[in-house]
Each structure stands twice: as structure tokens, then as C-alpha cells.
């Protein structure tokens, strides 16, 4: 798949929402993959080896303590892996979404959900900040809603939120 070029594609004959390309590196990154395990398989039989030949208890336990850390760096390795195996260059197009469903009517609900904490830990202000943020998106209003859970424990949370909001829908009105 050297090179290759994926499109994808959202029913017949619309324009692609986004394209995806893998990277020439990829072959590269398989061959070390498999020299590095090659190497951490055969240190893994040095330890088994040496752990078997250990005479004295003190050396069982600084070997067997080599073995657990290099277990848990070859652990580490392989999730890292996993974004290493198959590198991918992904380019986005939303001019095109538009286009694909061609009203706003088949755009999808969105669902946002604030949770406040301790107006201490957490300043109310950030917290009203992110609802407006979100009201401010460029997306049909009657497909938005957000939800603000708080716990009642401090009334500061509830009265920074209701000035801020109220202040700007008054003002939109």
C-alpha cells in the first residue's frame, strides 16, 4: 500500500469529505518494528538463561528485577507501535459537507454536556465561558443543546452562568 490514496465518499457521487494517504515511511517503520522485537526476544533469553544459572539469592533478584523492567519497556514499545505501524497523512474536507447533505435539516443533533466542580478548583467564568463557546457554533441552533450539571454547592457557579447567559440572550433578542 505504498502511497496509495483512499477516498471516502458519503452516498453516489458526493464530492469526498476526506481523503487519507499513507505515508512512504511505513515499510521502514514494519523492518525496525521487527529488528526491535527481534532484539527483545533474544534479551528476554539472555534473562531466562541467567536467571536459571543464579547462584546466590541476591543475584536472582537484581536479574529478576532486570527482567520485570525490560518486560515493562517492551510493554511501553509495543502500545506506542501501534501509531507507528501504518502512518497516515489525513486531509479534511468540510466545504464539501454542505454539499453532502444539502440542508440543514439532515445535520445530526449534538449533545453537549458541562459538568461544574468546586467554583474554587474550577472557576465559573471557564465554565461559561465553554457554554458559550459552544452556543457560538457555526451550526444550526435547533440541532444544538447543552446541559449544565452542577450539584448545588455553591451558589456562585448558578449566578455567574445566569448573568453571563441571560446578559447575552437578552442582547440577541
Not at 509495543?78 to 459537507?97: D, G, K
Not at 465559573?124 to 465561558?129: A, D, E, G, T
Request: proline share 6%; charged share 15%; aromatic share 12%.
Amino acid at each position: 500500500m505504498k502511497g496509495s490514496t483512499e477516498k471516502i465518499t458519503i452516498g453516489h457521487g458526493h464530492p469526498p469529505l476526506n481523503n487519507i494517504k499513507v505515508r512512504r515511511q511505513t515499510p521502514l517503520n514494519r523492518t525496525f518494528a521487527a529488528v526491535y522485537l527481534a532484539i527483545a526476544l533474544a534479551l528476554f533469553y539472555h534473562h531466562a538463561c541467567t536467571l536459571l544459572s543464579s547462584t546466590t539469592i541476591s543475584s536472582f533478584l537484581i536479574r529478576f528485577s532486570f527482567l520485570i523492567a525490560d518486560i515493562v519497556l517492551v510493554f511501553m514499545w509495543s502500545t506506542a507501535q501501534s501509531f507507528r505501524m501504518r502512518p497516515v497523512i489525513l486531509r479534511e474536507f468540510p466545504e464539501n459537507l454542505k454539499l453532502v447533505l444539502q440542508n440543514s435539516g439532515k445535520f445530526p443533533g449534538l449533545d453537549f454536556f458541562i459538568c461544574t466542580t468546586d467554583p474554587y478548583k474550577e472557576p465559573p467564568l471557564k465554565m461559561v465561558n465553554t457554554a458559550l463557546l459552544v452556543i457560538a457554533y457555526e451550526y444550526p441552533t435547533e440541532k444544538i443543546s447543552v446541559y449544565v450539571s452542577d450539584d448545588g454547592g455553591s451558589e456562585l457557579t448558578l449566578f455567574a452562568f445566569m448573568g453571563k447567559v441571560c446578559r447575552l440572550l437578552v442582547a440577541l433578542l
